[in-house]
């Protein structure tokens, strides 16, 4: 039986999300939520479903619901959806706060529902075609860096960009770092808008995670050594580059990558797919909170090294 699904946020990505949704043979769009009525009916009708005057009444209507509000009311929506015992697809970073994010597992584990967080490289078909490549990782290092956009500034860029590189190497590494440290600055922004972070692991593996919004054009790559081979990734252009040395001889090898697939449609089929077919889902609310609290890690490193510097106040208000 197909789920019924709705969305809350219908802003610039929660448009994608309805329209993704809408299109999807295996489950139905009853309809959207979004604050701002008129936005609301102008998505509904473009992907023909119905926007929703109470957010509430959407919920009870549906399975399951894919939430895609600002950060700051993860919690708030989020809750809201796994208190009512509907299956929750929420969008990263999961919460503001490790309590929030703790509140939010407390919460779905009580009501046994689905609860899938949207780190959305996993889905990035260049990092499909590479996965099973990787066996021994002992350096990772990761640049992306985009131009600045008013609309993510709600966070640090760690939790904007870098979670997405943090979340990958604690995949591909399957363990948490035992060292984390890091440094940036705010550049645009009374946040910090370009940081680097180093991820120690307790076999003297290297993660190098370098973020930035203060950036002209766009840059994403990461790079995976191992005792057998050099990976390189590129999210923009999806290019999958793999050398590996066979006696004395360095030999290239570039796989196949699926340029037509989007990871939106993938993401959100592996959960309607979690849903429908009572299956774990790809990404836990837990694998989601080690990285956030990864990520609050090197946010505290930041501030250490700015407090001391003098460039960030100590009474400044961040966000905790």
Not at 39 to 45: E, G, K, L, M
Not at 71 to 98: S, Y
Not at 125 to 147: C, M, V
Request: glycine fraction near 4%; charge should be negative; proline fraction near 4%.
């Amino acid at each position: 039986m197909k789920p019924k699904i709705g969305v809350i946020g219908v802003g610039h990505l929660g448009f994608h999300h309805a329209r993704v949704l809408s299109q999807l043979d295996s489950c139905e769009l009853v309809g959207i939520y979004d604050i701002d009525m008129e936005r609301a009916r102008s998505v509904a009708s473009q992907w023909n479903t119905k926007a929703y005057e109470d957010i509430e009444s959407l919920i009870r209507d549906v399975d399951a619901i894919s939430c895609v509000v600002p950060t700051v009311n993860h919690f708030e929506v989020g809750r809201l959806v796994l208190e009512h015992g509907k299956h929750l697809f929420l969008e990263k970073p999961m919460a503001r706060t490790l309590q929030e994010a703790e509140q939010l597992l407390q919460i779905a584990d009580s009501a046994g529902v689905k609860f899938q967080v949207g780190h959305i490289e996993r889905f990035n078909p260049a990092i499909l075609a590479i996965k099973e490549q990787i066996n021994e990782p002992h350096f990772i290092e990761s640049h992306r860096l985009s131009q600045y956009n008013a609309r993510s500034t709600d966070v640090d860029v760690v939790l904007d960009l870098m979670i997405h590189d943090i979340d990958l190497t604690l995949f591909f590494m399957g363990k948490d770092p035992i060292r984390v440290d890091g440094a940036g600055v705010p550049v645009l922004t009374d946040r910090i808008d370009v940081a680097n972070a180093r991820l120690e692991f307790d076999r003297g593996e290297i993660a190098n995670l370098t973020a930035s919004r203060a950036y002209i054009g766009k840059k994403r790559k990461i790079r995976i050594f191992q005792p057998d081979a050099y990976i390189s990734v590129n999210f923009v252009s999806m290019d999958v580059e793999i050398y590996r040395k066979i006696d004395s001889t360095i030999l290239p090898y570039f796989p196949s990558v699926d340029k037509s697939v989007e990871p939106l449609r993938l993401e959100l089929e592996s959960f309607i797919d979690a849903v429908r077919f009572d299956r774990p889902v790809a990404v836990s609310g837990e694998e989601a909170l080690k990285a956030l609290r990864v990520a609050f890690q090197i946010i505290d490193e930041i501030d250490k090294r700015l407090e001391l510097s003098g460039i960030l106040e100590k009474s400044r208000e961040r966000l905790r």
